[in-house]
């Protein structure tokens, strides 16, 4: 019986753990055009604009990081989006 507990929790764990990897954002500022127009005026952010910047919420400090994309993230508009979509910016 103990033992067939042990196989039921390893096998869980597997399980739980490949639903992570499957789950990895794939880092790609591309995935945030539908925020451009949000981000550049003083427009409210769209709900795909929302979902795209809480999907790539681990990316941001990578995306901070990278000289051409840093002069576009991190202005006080795209604070302001990251804000009003309920996603608090990083502190990288």
Not at 14 to 39: G, K, R
Request: aromatic residues 4%; charged residues 10%.
């Amino acid at each position: 019986m103990k033992a067939t507990h042990i196989v039921l929790c390893t096998l869980l764990v597997l399980l739980l753990a490949e639903v992570q990897l499957s789950m990895a954002v794939t880092c790609s500022p591309v995935q945030l055009s539908p925020c451009v127009s949000a981000i550049t005026s003083s427009s409210a952010p769209s709900n795909l604009c929302c979902s795209k910047i809480k999907e790539q919420k681990p990316c941001l400090c990578q995306y901070l990081q990278n000289p051409n994309l840093k002069k576009f993230v991190n202005t006080p508009n795209a604070r302001r989006v990251a804000s009003t979509c309920g996603t608090p910016f990083p502190s990288c």
